[in-house]
């Protein structure tokens, strides 16, 4: 992979905001990482344990949660408690997606069945994501961010952009239209019998099943289906626009993948089971979740992630984002 030492060697569309090189210190290796950040041989053993009964609680609560959702908008049968359940279950698809991510990875789990076996069933196709699909366009992300096989360039090009733009994007997932245009790929997928199509489907007959038993099919509609297509969405662009959006192909990950300093809040929402720490996670993708924010301290403390590279929260890095004039947006 070339190393683009200059935002300016980038192609169009790309590098605007990558730190200056004043942010992006050259102190690696040291005695604890190696020169690309990656921790010592005995630290990153250490640091590469997967926790499979912390796993395996995460999964059960994230299983869980949904129902308690549904079950006391049911109970309290309150205007309010529709809302607040609606939005809880977007932000749900945020907690399938994180667990999901681990075991594209194959760290939730040390036993690689079952670690493909949740990641599939329990945790990606209920929440219509073709795990199989997902995993061979991540790895390609990993081996190489924002290179010739990127699955996500076009999420991730031509910041900043403007604040209009960046409203109507915003306003097209919010309104189910960036979902439905999603939805309808992937009925069309299952109509010709792809197989991680009908997967997901025959998911989604089992869960339509579930509602039916309990006597409210339509809440699968309201409290499963609408929240994916609007509110999901909406989180999913934040989230991985914050995560490379604006950045460069480069050999040091401090130009393709932003950093930002986690809070409760963004936990809550955005970024679920330490997902946010992302520059950790592209440093060594071996590291489960859990296990990141260790790596991470270990980054800040070697001087090679500074406070003039990390945002101090999401929302500066969206104002950052949403920052271009006219004039200087690449389309």
Same mark, same amino acid.
């Given at each position: 992979? /070339?190393?683009?030492?200059?935002?300016?060697?980038?192609? *169009?569309? @790309?590098?605007?905001?990558?730190?200056?090189?004043?942010?992006?210190?050259?102190?690696?290796?040291?005695?604890?990482?190696?020169?690309?950040?990656?921790?010592?041989?005995? %630290?990153?053993?250490?640091?590469?344990?997967?926790?499979?009964? !912390?796993?395996?609680?995460?999964?059960?609560?994230?299983?869980?949660?949904?129902?308690?959702?549904?079950?006391?908008?049911?109970?309290?049968?309150?205007?309010?408690?529709?809302?607040?359940?609606?939005?809880?279950?977007?932000?749900?698809?945020? !907690?399938?997606?994180?667990?999901?991510?681990?075991?594209?990875?194959?760290?939730?789990?040390?036993?690689?069945?079952?670690?493909?076996?949740?990641?599939?069933?329990?945790?990606?196709? *209920?929440?219509?994501?073709?795990?199989?699909? =997902?995993?061979?366009?991540?790895?390609?992300?990993?081996?190489?961010?924002?290179? *010739?096989?990127?699955?996500?360039?076009?999420? =991730?090009?031509?910041?900043?952009?403007?604040?209009?733009?960046?409203?109507?994007?915003?306003?097209?997932?919010?309104?189910?239209?960036?979902?439905?245009?999603?939805?309808?790929?992937?009925?069309?997928?299952?109509?010709?019998?792809? /197989?991680?199509?009908?997967?997901?489907?025959?998911?989604?007959?089992? %869960?339509?099943?579930? @509602?039916?038993?309990?006597?409210?099919?339509?809440?699968?509609?309201?409290?499963?289906?609408?929240?994916?297509?609007?509110?999901?969405?909406?989180?999913?662009?934040?989230?991985?626009?914050?995560?490379?959006?604006?950045?460069?192909?480069?050999?040091?990950? !401090?130009?393709?993948?932003?950093?930002?300093?986690?809070? !409760?809040?963004?936990?809550?929402?955005?970024? /679920?089971?330490?997902?946010?720490?992302?520059?950790?996670?592209?440093?060594?993708?071996?590291?489960?979740?859990?296990?990141? *924010?260790?790596?991470?301290?270990?980054?800040?403390?070697?001087?090679?992630?500074?406070?003039?590279?990390? =945002?101090?929260?999401?929302?500066?890095?969206?104002?950052?984002?949403?920052?271009?004039?006219?004039?200087?947006?690449?389309?």
């Amino acid at each position: 992979m /070339p190393v683009l030492a200059d935002p300016k060697d980038a192609p *169009p569309g @790309f590098g605007k905001m990558v730190a200056p090189a004043s942010a992006l210190p050259d102190v690696l290796p040291t005695d604890r990482l190696l020169a690309g950040g990656k921790a010592v041989p005995g %630290l990153r053993a250490e640091l590469r344990i997967i926790p499979d009964l !912390r796993s395996g609680l995460a999964v059960a609560l994230v299983v869980a949660e949904p129902i308690v959702i549904v079950w006391l908008a049911i109970v309290l049968a309150h205007p309010a408690s529709w809302i607040v359940a609606f939005f809880l279950m977007g932000r749900q698809y945020a !907690r399938f997606a994180s667990l999901g991510h681990e075991a594209v990875h194959r760290t939730l789990f040390t036993n690689k069945k079952v670690n493909d076996f949740v990641g599939r069933w329990i945790l990606s196709y *209920p929440s219509w994501v073709p795990f199989e699909l =997902y995993r061979r366009a991540h790895i390609d992300h990993h081996r190489d961010e924002l290179g *010739p096989k990127e699955p996500d360039m076009a999420l =991730y090009r031509a910041y900043p952009i403007t604040r209009s733009s960046f409203r109507r994007k915003l306003v097209r997932d919010a309104t189910g239209r960036t979902g439905l245009k999603l939805f309808k790929g992937l009925v069309r997928a299952a109509v010709r019998r792809k /197989p991680p199509a009908v997967k997901i489907m025959g998911c989604q007959v089992v %869960l339509v099943a579930a @509602f039916f038993a309990i006597g409210r099919p339509e809440l699968y509609v309201l409290l499963w289906w609408l929240p994916h297509i609007t509110v999901w969405r909406v989180i999913n662009r934040l989230r991985s626009v914050a995560e490379h959006g604006g950045l460069m192909r480069s050999a040091d990950r !401090r130009q393709t993948t932003h950093d930002v300093k986690q809070s !409760r809040l963004a936990s809550f929402w955005l970024v /679920p089971f330490n997902i946010g720490y992302h520059l950790a996670h592209h440093v060594d993708m071996g590291v489960p979740n859990w296990n990141l *924010p260790k790596l991470q301290r270990e980054l800040v403390a070697s001087g090679w992630v500074t406070n003039d590279y990390s =945002y101090p929260n999401y929302r500066t890095l969206w104002r950052a984002m949403s920052s271009a004039q006219p004039d200087d947006q690449v389309v």
